[in-house]
């Protein structure tokens, strides 16, 4: 591969979308909220003003390359480095990836925008499009999220609602679940009557098995979400945990270009050296280079989470 990537990463292997071609549409990390629980990091520009951050053409020459040197995947998803509906053309990237290819094209937003006709006009073209609701009210959405402070929780709640609305697609909800702010089963009785309101296809319970920015906050345990998941209509699915497996085949060492294509998707994405080795189709012992000399340049961190050692941006 003769060239890096600004826009591209991946794919990468999901458990949701299987292997998943990300497009990143704004700046490390400009978002409409600021999540602790976040695994990109902490937000550097909370806005909710909507332009081009990147420009669509260099999006889909990236994507054309990508289309002759690798071209495969389950699917495209615009997510990445913060809140992708706050490019204001992502829509015709979705419509020029649709004329492109017959890749699922998947929208992972936080919904805060869904308030505004256009994003939801926009996010419509999308085959699937998923959202988050894990607060309940005004308090439990600061906490959880500490929004744009001009973002108000009932509205984002009725945008969730109208986003519903004459969109064919699948509709997911994801629940994050924090430990000791949204964990208890009455907190997430709340949740469940407001997620049956809006009627989404499918439900999925989330916590923060990769390193967050705010290192004090931890997963819920797997055992908890089931638990938790039955309260949800439908009944929500456990998808927290990276996805296992390994690759069989083995390439040449990583080259000056795939190490910046590894840091690329450490900064999106923290992951095991595992995740590197699928993603990327390289050897354990490649995998060990490339990091090896990530760490020595100080360009990621390892931060150890359960068992696992997760590399993540500096």
């Not at 926009?122 to 699937?128: G, W």
């Not at 997430?188 to 999925?204: F, G, L, N």
């Not at 699915?237 to 080259?255: F, K, L, N, Q």
Request: glycine share 8%.
């Amino acid at each position: 591969m003769s060239q890096s990537y600004s826009y591209l990463f991946g794919p990468v292997r999901s458990r949701r979308l299987g292997r998943s071609l990300g497009i990143d549409l704004v700046p490390l990390k400009v978002c409409t909220w600021d999540c602790p629980y976040c695994q990109v990091g902490a937000t550097t520009e909370k806005t909710l003003v909507r332009r081009d951050y990147v420009p669509v053409v260099g999006v889909m020459a990236e994507f054309d390359r990508w289309m002759l040197e690798d071209g495969q995947a389950d699917c495209v998803t615009l997510a990445g480095g913060g809140e992708p509906t706050l490019h204001s053309h992502f829509g015709e990237i979705l419509d020029a990836i649709g004329a492109r290819s017959k890749f699922r094209r998947i929208l992972l937003s936080n919904g805060s925008l869904f308030t505004l006709l256009d994003v939801r006009d926009a996010a419509r073209k999308a085959d699937v499009v998923k959202a988050t609701l894990s607060a309940w009210d005004q308090a439990s959405f600061e906490a959880l999220h500490r929004p744009h402070a001009s973002l108000k929780f009932d509205l984002f709640l009725d945008g969730l609602k109208a986003m519903r609305f004459g969109f064919k697609g699948e509709y997911w909800l994801e629940v994050f679940v924090v430990p000791g702010v949204n964990d208890s089963p009455e907190q997430m009785a709340h949740i469940a009557a407001m997620a049956a309101e809006i009627a989404p296809d499918r439900i999925h319970l989330n916590t923060a098995v990769r390193p967050a920015c705010d290192r004090e906050t931890q997963p819920v345990s797997v055992v908890a979400l089931q638990n938790l998941s039955g309260q949800f209509s439908p009944v929500a699915e456990v998808i927290c945990g990276p996805t296992e497996g390994a690759s069989s085949v083995a390439v040449p060492p990583p080259s000056a270009v795939l190490v910046e294509r590894i840091l690329g998707l450490i900064q999106r994405h923290p992951s095991r050296a595992c995740d590197i080795m699928i993603t990327f189709t390289l050897a354990d012992a490649d995998v060990q280079v490339a990091l090896s000399e990530l760490l020595k340049r100080g360009s990621i961190r390892r931060e150890q989470r359960g068992d696992a050692d997760f590399y993540c941006a500096v």
